[in-house]
């Protein structure tokens, strides 16, 4: 990941409704959440959920799947741990292992 991309998903998180619906995201990993459940889950209007979901699946933060008339949303779990280990690579000098329990790659739905 470099440094003009992880600044892109960041601004994209950078909403309290986005951070809000990311972790309710990850939390249903993997199989993720229709709009509706969404919606009603975080209280949110139908309209202004779908500006938020549309800018976070454009930044590359969500995947979203149709499923007859609904579309499922999940987080993408491969790049909020890209985005991780960006922010950690420099930790300790470049040895974040001193720092804390890291493992860089895995993503928290990993079962290996």
């Known amino acids: 990941m470099d440094k003009q991309l992880a600044t ?4 994209s998180l950078a909403s309290g409704i986005r951070l809000d619906v990311f972790r309710l995201l990850v939390k249903h990993a ?3 959440l229709v709009a509706g459940e969404i919606a009603a889950l975080l209280a949110l209007p139908p309209t202004n959920l ?15 799947t149709q499923e007859g008339r609904y579309q499922r949303y ?3 779990l491969p790049v909020m741990q890209a ?8 930790c300790c000098s470049g ?15 990993d079962t290996n």
């Not at 892109?8 to 601004?11: A, K, T």
């Not at 779908?50 to 979203?64: E, R």
């Open 50 to 64: 779908s500006f938020h979901l549309k800018a976070m699946t454009h930044a590359g933060l969500l995947n979203v």
């Open 83 to 90: 985005l991780i280990d960006y922010l950690t690579a420099e």
């Open 30 to 32: 993997p199989a993720g």
């Open 74 to 76: 999940r987080a993408n």
């Open 8 to 11: 892109s998903l960041f601004e």
């Open 95 to 109: 040895h974040a292992e001193h720092c804390f329990d890291a493992k860089p790659g895995k993503t928290c739905c």
